[in-house]
Every structure is written in C-alpha cells, then in structure tokens.
C-alpha cells in the first residue's frame, strides 16, 4: 500500500518510507506531545480557579494552577523591566530557529538526538504559544515534601524540554567516549 502526499512518500510493508527516520521521529513526538500540553493546560483552565490545588499524592504531589510570568521555573518573574515580556517570546523564537536548523543537519538516522531535539522544540512552542496567547506560562505539576519544600511548578511542556536536554547531554556524553 502506498500514500503519496507531494515529495512525502510512505510505503507500508516491506519498503521503508523514504521520508528520513528522523523526521518520522519528530512527527511521531512533537504534534503529539504539544497537542497533549494545549490540552492540559486549557481543561487546567476551564476546571480550577488560580491558585487552586488537588491533593493527588498527600505530602507529595498536588495539581495546582499557577501562572509563571517568569523564565523557567519563575525566574524572573517579579521583574518590572519593560524588556521582559518582549524577550520572553523573542528568545524562545529564536532558539526555536537554531534548534530546527540543528535537526536539519542531524543524521537522518540519528533517532535518539532525533527525539531529544523534537521534545524541546515541543516544550519550546507549547510555553511561546503560552506566552503569546495569555502573557504567561500556565503551570500545574506541584511536586513538594510534606507542603514544606515545594520544587517549582512546571507543565509538560517543561517535563518534554527538560527530558530532551536530558537525551541530548547523554548523547554527548556517549559521543565523547567512543
């Protein structure tokens, strides 16, 4: 069986598409991931009041609306500098720009550096559409020990960022030793 969309080829069976794997990869990873993360955050929206928390795991983890106006993990946040928000959609558009171009010179079979650029560039866009469409980053994942040290709130669009450096620095870990 064959589909054919313009230059796209795929073929099911024994031919592999001729579309790279690591493209495969990304379109596998990121409309899914960002889709997931736009979701949870509008039925966070429409479902809790800000500042609303549901205990999930008592004395370990809630489900709390937050609004970050800040940089990752609210730093920043209570900064009056009129440059601020500009930078904050500014920054992640361009690094949105250097990290498409870096997966376009990836090998084309180079899945695991494949996948860890696909979750940031996800994380990336699903905060800037934040950013972009309420002025802010809306957070959710509470995680804390006993309500007495709260780790930062942060969504899955920074679970998806944090993840991808993650693949990314053992990638270059693993490059350095071989």
Known sequence: MKLALGRLDFRWGRKASKLPRKYLIFFAIAPLLLLLDQLTKHLLIRRFALGETLS???GLFNITYVR???AAFG???N???PFRAPVFILVPILALGVIGYVFRKI???DLKL???LSLVIAGAAGNLIDRVTWGYVVDFLDFHWQYRYHF???NLADSAICV???LLTWDMILEGTS
């Open 107 to 109: 090998h084309p079979r």
């Open 152 to 154: 930062p709130a942060f």
């Open 164 to 166: 991808g450096v993650a």
């Open 56 to 58: 999930v795991i008592e």
């Open 68 to 70: 970050n106006k800040g």
């Open 79 to 81: 900064s009056t500098s």
């Open 114 to 116: 494949a996948a860890g």
């Open 75 to 77: 730093m920043f946040a």
